[in-house]
């Protein structure tokens, strides 16, 4: 089975500077999907990315941008000029392209923008 | 934004009853979840259906029963609620790629 770590229960940035979220998984396939999920107060779960295991780049949003690094299992999401909205939960997810739909979670992350 | 409508918002109810949330899409996805949040442990996957009549246990299916006689709705009963079961659900619903999950807004249940 999947496992999905995100070893940062809490991190804080200074609004407008940059921060980094950590995420690595566990697997044993090779072709997958990555996600990045973010939760604000409002209990809504929003897609912020999508990394494909195929690519080797990495996937980028305005100013969010993940470091995907296969080898190591490791999937990172960078959030630059940080603002006052990013403040929120953020999951990251592991999703198989085989066989298995189902969607692993890690434990999320709170991430709390200092003015 | 995906048609995804979750029943009831808030619920509250007492041990050893029974409680049943409602999943309804209007996108005729295949792919319909059940997962359960709380804190320090992210989202866990308690059901999840793959087509009508066809469904399959996540990792915390314990005291949770599905059921999905229609493509549209997903229902989840807990035939006899716990404290342990106070909980945030959310349906969620996959279409045909898997490259995007859409969520419901979820149900605060809260069992005293």
């Known amino acids: 089975a999947q496992t999905v770590t995100q070893s940062q229960p809490e991190m804080s940035v200074q609004e407008a500077e940059t921060v980094t979220l950590s995420c690595t998984y566990d697997?044993?396939?090779?072709?997958?999907?990555l996600f990045w999920y973010k939760q604000p107060p409002s209990r809504q779960m929003i897609l912020v990315i999508r990394?494909?295991?195929?690519?080797?780049q990495n996937a980028t949003e305005n100013r969010f941008s993940v470091n995907f690094q296969k080898a190591a299992k490791s999937f990172s999401l960078k959030i630059s000029d940080s603002q006052l909205g990013d403040a929120a939960m953020y999951f990251c997810a592991y999703r198989s392209l085989f066989g298995n739909e189902k969607l692993t979670f890690g434990t999320g992350t709170r991430l709390t923008i200092i003015p | 934004d995906a048609g995804i409508t979750q029943s009831p918002r808030h619920k509250v109810t007492e041990t050893g009853t029974p409680v049943t949330l409602r999943c309804h899409q209007t996108?005729?996805?295949?792919?319909m979840y059940w997962y359960r949040q709380d804190p320090g442990h992210g989202l866990r996957l308690i059901h999840y259906?793959?087509?009508?009549?066809?469904?399959d246990k996540g990792e915390v299916s314990d005291g949770y029963s599905v059921s999905r006689s229609k493509t549209e709705d997903f229902l989840l009963t807990l035939e006899s609620a716990t404290s342990s079961q106070t909980s945030v659900y959310f349906c969620?619903?996959?279409?045909?790629?898997?490259?995007?999950?859409?969520f419901g807004s979820g149900t605060q249940l809260s069992v005293l």
């Open positions: 990394q494909e295991a195929y690519k080797q």
């Open positions: 996108e005729n996805h295949r792919y």
């Open positions: 697997t044993s396939e090779s072709d997958y999907y």
């Open positions: 969620a619903i996959s279409e045909p790629t898997g490259k995007k999950l859409f």
């Open positions: 259906s793959y087509g009508v009549k066809d469904t």
